[in-house]
């Protein structure tokens, strides 16, 4: 309860990780979600609710009256009592974007794929879907991957390539992969690469990161046996594919040898993490024939087959037939696109944002979806809400 009534998310997101609390466990009459969603005094409610469900909060909580005491009114007209819920925690009542991820985890969907991470070294990475807006059927099909990984007798390379058009969640994805599980990152820039010497003598190249001070092949060598993980950010923007060919024997035998004469680095425990925008054209045209329906999941695995023959063509078979799954992004909804403009109102806004009531809030994040550039993705968006925000009279009216 401290933690949340203290406003910081960080310090919400360390009690919970350390298992110094339950998120389900009431505070006082009330859920933890309940207290976080009617406390008016928290300016960063979203970022807690979203670390509290991220942390596994039940939103079925917010419909029992025992752990979401409802309030008590009178009708109009009359004198007569009557009961219901707090508004604040009605979804009706929330801003898109709590409305939103209180929704998907509240989806039987989420639950499922969840579940199949709970008993394996992955789990941490289900808390994702709370950083990310959109691809649940991205979420689904890595889950299930992880899972059988994880089950697997023999320790075999993992190797993820996450597709599709930019500003969709494929470099974000990359970037959270290590920091969620506990486990370092390394980040290659193919774009730098010459020849396969440049491959392994890279750097990490993250603008996220500290700046590093090892290679590629020092960074497989320290962490050798352990699991880490390697992000090739846009790798089809290599100047010539040959110099992907010394990843053969490290994607298919999970052994590398950097120079030759020198011993092989056991790489088994590695996740391999490629982004790529091949065939993002193919996911419009896809989506675009569903006219106007979201992707099912039969069709979703009918959309990896025809990204993996693009990928295919485009760094060749060899390469891709390493690939352990290929994980398309997709165009976002208009409940997500609402979800990710509300984000941004209130990170670009600043602390005037948070005074502003859900119903101006669902006007600007109205406003903002009309000038999403699906090409774009995300960043249309903010574009958007950011040139909206220099006149903020406008919205408060």
């Known amino acids: 309860m401290f933690a949340i009534a203290s406003d910081n998310t960080k310090s919400v997101h360390d009690v919970l990780e350390h298992d110094r ?3 389900n466990e009431p505070i006082g009459p ?10 008016e005094r928290l300016l960063h409610k979203l970022e807690i609710v979203k670390a509290l469900l991220a942390h596994g909060a039940d939103p079925a909580a917010l419909r029992n009256p025992e752990l979401n005491p409802p309030h008590r009114g009178t009708s109009a007209g009359d004198d007569v009592m009557s009961l219901s819920l707090p508004p604040t925690t009605t979804q009706e ?23 199949l991470l709970q008993q394996s070294s992955f789990r941490p990475l289900g808390r994702v879907r709370y950083d990310i807006v959109g691809q649940d059927l991205v979420f689904e099909h890595l889950f299930t991957v992880l899972n059988r990984h994880s089950r697997a007798l023999s320790v075999s390379p993992l190797v993820i390539l996450l597709c599709g058009p930019s500003g969709h969640g494929k470099s974000f994805l990359a970037r959270r992969f290590g920091a969620l599980l506990g486990v370092p990152t390394h980040t290659v820039n193919v774009t730098t690469l010459r020849s396969t010497h440049d491959l392994w003598d890279s750097y990490s190249m993250s603008p996220y990161d500290e700046m590093s001070t090892i290679t590629l092949s020092q960074f497989l060598l320290e962490n050798e046996g352990k699991r880490c993980v390697v992000v090739i950010d846009e790798i089809e923007k290599v100047e ?6 010394s990843l053969l024997m490290p994607w298919e035998l999970g052994r590398c040898s950097p120079q030759a ?18 065939g993002h054209d193919s996911v419009f045209e896809f989506c675009d024939a569903l006219s106007g329906r979201t992707v099912s999941r ?6 990896v087959r025809l990204l993996r023959s693009k990928f295919s063509q485009s760094l060749g078979a060899s390469l891709s037939s390493r690939v352990t799954t290929l994980l398309p992004f997709v165009p976002f909804t208009e409940a997500e696109l609402m979800a990710i403009a509300t984000e941004a109102f209130y990170s670009l806004g600043g602390e005037r944002a948070f005074s502003v009531s859900s119903d101006v809030v669902e006007r600007v994040s109205r406003q903002a979806i009309q000038c999403y550039i699906p090409e774009e993705g995300v960043r249309s968006l903010r574009r958007a809400v950011s040139s909206l925000l220099t006149d903020m009279s406008e919205f408060l009216e």
């Open 21 to 23: 609390a339950d998120p």
């Open 30 to 39: 009330q859920s933890a979600l309940a207290f976080a969603l009617t406390n």
């Open 93 to 115: 009542a929330m801003d898109p974007a709590t409305r939103y991820y209180v929704s998907r985890a509240d989806a039987i969907e989420t639950r499922q794929s969840s579940a």
């Open 240 to 245: 010539d594919p040959k110099v992907l060919h």
């Open 261 to 278: 004469g020198h011993r092989h680095i056991d790489v088994r425990q590695v996740i391999w993490l490629g982004t790529s925008n091949v």
């Open 298 to 303: 039969e069709e979703y695995k009918e959309l």
